[in-house]
């Protein structure tokens, strides 16, 4: 008892916001919040309540997971510097920081928007930590049902706006939510691909050709933009002049996308191909937020 309440007065707060990711869970936080403000179409107290609660559901999920996967952490150049790989938490320290979130999360929705999406927060856990993290031990392609992952947080945002799951809105943007995720982790693969094989995970890199696995991601790219495209026309109200913004946003992304993955620098292009399908989901759901909210 006494070496646990010694690491615990150890803990700086710097590693904590590692252990969770605290940019990933923010991130992650504004897909929960988008679902609230695309359904109710006003910001409000209770939006921020959205925002904290699916930031502590994706801080302890984040954690956890690197409570299981830190053995592997340290083999791999780009992770053996998180807190529990380089001795900054012990592990048990980082699975009783990260269940504290997951006790948090689920506390926060539960007595502000009630059980739906508090349940929603757990089912997340459950897939990403329980499901998805044993998957890609397993199987390269474990991102494809892992990404549900993803789509889970828009749902939880909708419900606690008191939208119903089976509203055509919300499910093609989880469902474009969802399908962005796996180019956007493949894209992960191709330039860190030969760590997490190095560290044990089996990688797509080995199943399929670099040049091959390109095509794919692009192919996964072309599919992202054409639901992104498509989900205007099942907003409440449709106007036409937004749905032609969308489109010409599209265009310049799958050029952008096209010039980096296959012109003469697409080898040292990764990280921007990375950023680029990063900032095209941000600025989409931004535009998807401001539209409704103007209604």
């Known amino acids: 008892m006494k070496k646990i ?6 803990i700086s707060p710097k590693a904590v916001l590692a252990l969770i990711k605290y940019r990933v869970s ?4 504004f897909t929960g919040v988008a679902g609230y403000l695309i359904c ?6 209770h939006a921020l309540l959205v925002a904290l609660g699916v930031f502590f559901f994706a801080s302890g999920a984040s954690g956890l997971n690197e409570v299981q996967e830190h053995k592997y952490d340290a083999l791999m150049n780009r992770t053996q510097n998180r807190p529990i790989p380089s001795g900054q938490l012990s592990p048990h320290i980082a699975f009783l920081i990260s269940s504290a979130f997951v006790k948090l999360g689920f506390t926060t929705l539960f007595l502000s928007f009630g059980l739906v999406p508090a349940l929603l927060g757990l089912l997340n856990i459950f897939w990403y930590n329980g499901v998805y993290t044993y998957l890609k031990r397993v199987s390269s392609f474990a991102v494809v049902p892992g990404s549900l992952v993803g789509a889970i947080p828009a749902f939880i945002g909708w419900t606690a706006a008191g939208g119903s799951m089976l509203d055509s809105t919300i499910i093609s943007i989880a469902f474009f939510l969802f399908i962005w995720q796996i180019p956007h982790f493949w894209l992960l693969m191709l330039k860190y691909g030969d760590e997490y094989e ?3 995970f089996p990688t797509i890199n080995k199943a399929i050709q670099p040049v091959n696995l390109k095509k794919i991601i692009f192919t996964w790219i072309v599919a992202t933009s054409l639901i992104s ?3 205007p026309l099942f907003l409440t109200k449709l106007s036409w002049f937004f749905f032609v913004v969308v489109f010409v946003m599209n ?3 799958i050029g952008i996308f096209t010039m980096l993955s296959f012109g003469k620098s697409a080898e040292t292009n990764l990280t921007k191909s990375f950023i680029s399908i990063n900032i095209y ?6 535009m998807l937020i401001t539209y409704n909210l103007a209604l």
Do not use: P, Q
């Not at 923010?26 to 936080?29: F, L």
């Open 26 to 29: 923010i991130a992650v936080s």
């Open 198 to 200: 190095a560290a044990g």
């Open 40 to 45: 109710t179409g006003h910001f409000d107290f």
């Open 251 to 253: 265009l310049l992304f």
């Open 5 to 10: 309440l010694s690491e615990i007065k150890s």
């Open 229 to 231: 495209v498509m989900i």
């Open 281 to 286: 989901m941000m600025v989409f759901m931004l």
